[in-house]
C-alpha cells in the first residue's frame, strides 16, 4: 500500500493521529479536513497523509488557533508561493491575540486573588460568597476586564 491509500479506520485514525473520532467528523464539517474514503461496509478509511493532516491541525489547534487561522494555514500551505510571509502574518495575528488574553488572564488572576484575600475563615457566612454578591450588586463591575472575545 502506497502512503496515500486509504487503510486507517476513523477509530485508528483518531488513535493514530491525538485527534477524537468526534473531532475527525467534525473538521470534516467545518471544511478543514476531506472526508475520508468508504469502504464496501461504509466504514470511514484514511491514508497517513490524512493522518499527518490532522496531526497538524491538532497542533495549530494545541497552540489555541482559531478554526479560521488554522484554515488559513492550510490553504497557505497548497499555496506555497504566498505561504511565507502571510503564514508570518497569521501567526503575527495569533500572537497579538495570546499577549491580549494574557493580559486579561493576569488582571483576572489579580482579581481573584483580592477576592481570595476575602476568606479569612472567620464568622458564620463565607466572605467569598459575601463579596461575589456585593460585586454582583455593583453596576458596573468597576475592576474586572471586559469578557475575553471567544478565540475558537
Do not use: W
Amino acid at each position: 500500500m502506497t502512503p496515500q491509500t486509504p487503510q486507517h479506520r476513523i477509530g485508528d485514525a483518531a488513535r493514530l493521529s491525538g485527534v477524537s473520532a468526534a473531532n475527525i467528523r467534525y473538521y470534516e464539517k467545518e471544511g478543514l479536513f476531506s472526508p475520508g474514503v468508504r469502504g464496501d461496509n461504509s466504514y470511514r478509511f484514511y491514508s497517513d497523509a490524512d493522518l499527518h493532516r490532522l496531526r497538524y491541525i491538532r497542533l495549530c489547534r494545541a497552540m489555541d488557533m482559531s478554526l479560521e487561522e488554522v484554515r488559513t494555514l492550510l490553504a497557505l500551505d497548497v499555496d506555497a508561493a504566498e505561504a511565507d510571509h502571510a503564514a508570518c502574518a497569521t501567526l503575527d495575528e495569533h500572537l497579538q491575540h495570546v499577549r491580549t488574553r494574557l493580559a486579561e488572564l493576569r488582571t483576572l488572576e489579580q482579581e481573584l486573588l483580592a477576592l481570595r484575600g476575602r476568606c479569612d475563615g472567620t464568622g458564620g457566612q463565607c466572605h467569598v460568597i459575601e463579596a461575589l454578591h456585593e460585586r454582583a450588586d455593583a453596576e458596573p463591575v468597576p475592576a474586572l476586564a471586559p469578557l475575553a472575545r471567544r478565540h475558537v
